[in-house]
């Protein structure tokens, strides 16, 4: 009966394979040296980098949206018909700047009765004083009575009083003729005008609004574990000076980063539970405008300084039963297994807090099928670099 033919994963029959094992015994038989080295596997070849302990800056690039430091809203102040408007929109302005002119004839004809109430009670205030001098001699001589006395004196107080109260209502008409001049109340870049001319405007009514670009505001969020790393920092610098702060970086849309640094004036208590982030505030000075309100931007953060750490590069980094591990080079040419405690990554390269000494040979290259306890062929990446 025919054996079946069994077929490798090559493809090739077994019995073709021991038909070709045969030949190379017999060969081997004129040159028995020759058959051992075929017979043994060459050590794989692996690269290295031999590490060495830094100073690490932790940097980590957040997504934001510029806004306005101030966003304000510019609002009519008495009831009146809005006769003109004298900005363009869109126009930078300064604080105190008029922007819209509300007619002033009602405003101007309430000045003009409020003097005219003034002027009564000053008449009046001056008649009453007149009355008590001439009172209150005569009481003085027993020529008239205590109770007209008391009444001279109430009616001099009274008139105190109207007069006190005329200047008040003047003082008021006064203040809403200056509000027929709408004025910017910051100086900031104009939106669109909300009501037109010609409109009657109710006391309140949203006229336009002035956005203030300079500082600029970029609102950002940090995951949870930044946040803490983060906070933790900032109690540290305002633990040494009251008056340190948290510098930040922008990065424009254009990826470069902004000339001018700003600093992060404001990090939320809680975390955001739709989001699982913190909330986050950072000010940048705009005096050019070149950041506009509305923008996506990055904003770039100094995490933490770590000292006298390793790194290695990110493939190197394997994951064993234990955690996660490193293949090294030892001192007889063989691998061996470390394992590592990680860090962040940075620039592309894996930070080792602890597990990895200065000076040892990370393998990076060549780790595929690689086991512990193997000689190796090993090559320095900074002497291939140098060749």
């Not at 610098?237 to 404001?266: K, R």
Request: hydrophobic content about 40%; charged content about 20%.
């Amino acid at each position: 009966m025919t054996q079946p033919t069994l077929f490798r994963p090559g493809g090739f029959p077994l019995t073709l394979l021991a038909l070709a094992t045969l030949i190379l015994v017999g060969c081997g038989n004129d040159n028995g040296q020759q058959g051992g080295a075929m017979g043994e596997m060459p050590p794989p070849p692996v690269t290295y980098e031999q590490v060495s302990t830094q100073d690490v800056a932790v940097e980590q690039d957040y997504a934001g949206r510029a806004r306005g430091a101030r966003e304000v809203e510019v609002r009519a102040r008495i009831q009146g018909i809005l006769e003109q408007r004298l900005y363009n929109e869109g126009q930078m302005v300064s604080q105190d700047d008029v922007l819209f002119q509300i007619d002033r004839k009602p405003a101007e004809a309430e000045v003009q009765r409020a003097q005219a109430q003034k002027k009564v009670a000053e008449a009046d205030l001056q008649q009453a004083q007149r009355e008590w001098n001439r009172v209150s001699s005569l009481f003085q001589r027993g020529a008239v009575s205590e109770r007209e006395r008391d009444t001279a004196q109430s009616a001099l107080e009274m008139a105190r009083a109207g007069l006190a109260v005329a200047e008040a209502g003047l003082a008021q008409a006064e203040l809403n003729l200056s509000y027929t001049d709408v004025r910017a109340p910051v100086s900031g870049t104009t939106s669109l005008e909300a009501v037109p001319e010609g409109s009657l405007v109710q006391q309140g009514t949203l006229l336009t609004t002035i956005v203030q670009q300079d500082p600029i505001h970029v609102r950002f969020g940090l995951p949870e574990n930044d946040a803490r790393i983060h906070r933790t920092a900032r109690q540290a610098a305002m633990g040494e000076s009251e008056t340190s702060t948290f510098s930040a970086a922008l990065i424009l849309t254009d990826g470069s980063e902004y000339d001018l640094p700003g600093e992060v004036d404001f990090t939320a208590s809680i975390i955001d539970a739709r989001t699982g982030s913190v909330s986050a505030r950072a000010v940048f000075p705009n005096p050019d405008y070149r950041v506009v309100p509305g923008q996506f931007v990055r904003v770039r953060l100094l995490l933490q300084n770590l000292e006298q750490v390793i790194t290695v590069p990110e493939r190197a980094v394997l994951q064993g039963p234990m955690g996660p591990m490193l293949m090294l080079v030892d001192d007889e040419g063989k691998s061996a297994v470390r394992p590592v405690e990680l860090g962040p990554v940075v620039d592309g390269r894996q930070v080792i807090l602890s597990g990895l000494q200065d000076g040892e040979r990370v393998i990076f290259n060549g780790l595929a099928g690689l086991r512990p306890g193997i000689p190796v062929q090993a090559k320095n990446v900074a002497e291939q670099e140098g060749r």
